[in-house]
């Protein structure tokens, strides 16, 4: 394998643009944006936002869901499981944006996104349900992806990991935003239905913004220089063959982390509801107090990882997540408030730092088909977890026995992620330069 000469430049072309930054109170400062950067994250955050809503809906309204759609108890872990899968055909649809553009991409996951949310709003019955959500994960896995190879491409080396931890704690709102509405659930019309309806006024006003959105100059580049891929199964075999070690590293990060962490997450507010009597509306004000501190971690890591290093601070993020993991499922009374609050800002300090790793790692040619991959092997960690969890949930009659014997597997991944090589500071073309396929 030999190195490529590419045209590329690193991202600020334009250099002469002014920069400002914006102070975002709870959030800080940005970094000093151009105005190209200013108007491609705002874009992306977009992005996120959507994902995060239904993420966060499916988790919130569980009971309710279950309830409406008559779902057995011993069934749930498998449902959940089912859907979570969803992420995996990400893969078929965000290597087409090497091949085609970021930009065109990003139009087209929009509306499939948009799609499939109407239709889950309408689902008669189990089934239908999963699939609807299915599909719709599908376009939102290939949507944030898209979106942070975009961001991750257009920004300078030594805010990268500010940028990304920026544009995750300002897609959390996506969170936010699913339990305030959730807590409305007794009101709005047609209960959990209603609430997957909200979401596509949105939705549907996102659509002429994406327009705006210009294309990377990173991609252009390529482009220019006729090194783009000429179809969708290049970037994929350049991914298994380039940097396997890298690859397979990150893979196996992103595969452990979310055995144990998505379990947890997805059945915390079904935990609140049936152990410690949370309503709807209790379950929304933790979320947005607690929600909004944790947040902050994504913030943190990317001002840290940018200053210390990645390898260090998302190790030490990640080895201490699955640690408050277990004292929230076993917290009693108030504490358990105070347990989620800080793993949660653990959590997503650590993911904010393996979602920078995901797309730094590779070249332009193949980074948002890596971005996909290392999003199939979360899904697939996800859904393995949750089935998982349905086993032992035979075996102990507890789901949250189980989710603390899930937290095995998450505590083995910081481990690895100590292995990968360090990005921090660094232009993308020295961290990952084209190479030729011999």
Known sequence: MATRETNVQPADIAAEE?????????????????????????????????????????????????????????????????????????????????????RRLLLYTIVGYTIFTGLTAIAPEERSFVIFQLLSRAFAGAESTIALVILIEEVDAPYRGWSVGLLSAISSVGYGIAALVFSMINVVPYGWRGLYALALVPLVMIIPLRRLLPESQRFEAEQTSGERPSNVWQPLVALLRAYPGRLTALVSVSFLGAMGGNTAGVLFPKFLQEVHGYSPGNVTALFFIGGGLGILGNIIAGRLSDRFGRRAMGALFMFIAPLLTIWIYTAHGFSVAPAWTIELFFDTASGTIVRSFSAELFPTSYRSTAGSALAVAGTTGGALGLAIEGVLYSFTHSHWVAVRYLTVFWMIAPIILLFVPETAGRELEEISPELAMN
């Open 18 to 102: 002014p920069r400002k930054s914006v102070h975002l109170g709870l959030f800080g400062s940005t970094p000093p944006f151009t105005p190209r950067q200013w108007r491609v994250f705002l874009i992306a955050i977009t992005a996120g936002f959507f994902d995060q809503y239904d993420v966060a809906l499916l988790s919130l309204a569980l009971k309710q869901i279950q309830k409406g759609l008559k779902i057995a108890e011993a069934h749930l872990g498998a449902m959940l499981s089912m859907i979570k899968l969803g992420y995996l055909l990400s893969l078929a649809i965000t290597p087409l944006a090497d091949v085609f553009g970021r």
